[in-house]
């Protein structure tokens, strides 16, 4: 049974980090794309960040590339997602995402075969 854990969010004041972590079990981390979305209230959930199955190639939404690293760790199963210089506009529900693929990861969530149970991320102003 595939699972995805995200962990590592809350509260932090506008210009603070944070870094989100992915575990997977029941999958080879290797064989997947993975992406990081959030959803904030009343929006639609948006792509933010997203690597390749060896992590070497990497992908940001414009609102938070220079800000934001995605990066995994095969050998742990783990993703990670760095968060920094932080705005009261990236509070929002984060998801990662895995997606059965050796090319590009997606950026639409149909995309995607598992998700993780998302977690929040509030940022203050």
């Known amino acids: 049974q595939v699972r995805l854990v995200d962990f590592g969010g809350g509260l932090v004041q506008a210009g603070g980090s944070l870094r989100l972590s992915c575990a997977a079990s029941?999958?080879?981390?290797?064989?997947?794309?993975m992406g990081w979305f959030r959803q904030a209230p009343g929006k639609e959930r948006e792509f933010v960040a997203g690597?390749?199955?060896?992590?070497?190639?990497?992908y940001y939404s414009d609102s938070v590339k220079g800000r934001f690293t995605i990066s995994r760790d095969n050998a742990k199963n783990t993703v990670y997602l760095q968060m920094n210089s932080l705005k009261p506009e990236d509070t929002a529900v984060y998801y990662c995402?895995?997606?059965?693929?050796?090319?590009?990861?997606?950026?639409?969530?149909?995309?995607?075969?598992?998700w993780g149970q998302g977690i929040q991320v509030t940022v203050s102003s």
């Open positions: 690597n390749s199955w060896s992590g070497g190639s990497t």
């Open positions: 995402a895995a997606q059965r693929t050796f090319l590009r990861p997606a950026v639409a969530v149909s995309g995607y075969d598992y």
């Open positions: 029941g999958l080879t981390l290797s064989s997947y794309a």
